[in-house]
């Protein structure tokens, strides 16, 4: 399984966007990116996926560079309530998915 | 609302009582996994059920067993604790573990036990 490579803490402030970003110079065809955040005392919450193109839902964006090498988790407009450990995954086809050590997302007022 | 839930959300046993965590949803999925979450740590996973077949990871210590009597109900035991065995076990399900980037492939995530051992 290709490996991700996280910051492990980055800040925001609040009503600012926030950019996480995740390295993942392995990535094979078949593997898709996944993005979850788990917020304290919770389980992990999905976010977004996506394979080669750049995906957008109500929670987030995320950017895929043309060589999949990288990509960027996108929260537009942090709120408090956004404070979490956000975790990039590479997952194979018909794999499961294995959890890095993500980045602690702290927004601040 | 579907969900997932774990019972009971904080459990203490004892080094070396056998010990039974368990793990409902009401989202009829076929796949259900379980993960261990040690302090300051990501989720690592221990083993999944794709309906009945049963996937052990191979580095799961043979003190771990699993359970699925049915679609809705998932067991994790633990045969006989140690210290280290002290974590937050997670429970996740997903329609379809097997369709990487299918929708359905998002896993859904209980809010865990917190197992003490003493």
């Known amino acids: 399984d290709a490996k991700t490579t996280q910051p492990p803490s980055m800040d925001c402030a609040e009503g600012r966007a926030a950019n996480l970003p995740c390295n993942h110079s392995?990535?094979?065809?078949?593997?898709?990116v996944y993005w979850y955040r788990q917020i304290h005392s919770q389980g992990p919450q999905y976010i977004i996926h996506?394979?080669?193109n750049n995906e957008t839902n109500e929670m987030a964006s995320l950017i895929i560079t043309e060589d999949r090498k990288s990509s960027t988790l996108i929260l537009p407009h942090a709120t408090l309530r956004d404070t979490a450990v956000y975790y990039c995954?590479?997952?194979?086809?018909?794999?499961?998915?294995?959890f890095g050590a993500g980045t602690r997302l702290t927004v601040k007022p | 609302d579907a969900m997932v839930i774990q019972n009971p959300r904080y459990q203490v046993t004892q080094f070396g009582k056998p010990v039974t965590l368990s793990c409902s949803q009401t989202?009829?999925?076929?796949?259900m996994y379980w993960y261990q979450q040690k302090s300051s740590q990501a989720p690592k996973l221990l083993f999944h059920y794709y309906d009945k077949d049963f996937n052990n990871e191979a580095d799961t210590p043979d003190n771990f067993q699993s359970r699925r009597p049915n679609t809705s109900f998932c067991f994790l035991d633990i045969r006989s604790p140690g210290l280290g065995d002290a974590a937050m076990y997670l429970c996740a399900t997903s329609r379809d573990g097997y369709l990487a980037g299918d929708p359905y492939n998002e896993q859904f995530f209980g809010p865990g036990t917190r197992l003490t051992v003493l």
């Open positions: 996506g394979l080669k």
């Open positions: 392995t990535i094979s065809g078949n593997e898709y």
């Open positions: 989202l009829n999925h076929n796949v």
């Open positions: 995954i590479v997952r194979p086809y018909g794999g499961t998915m294995r």
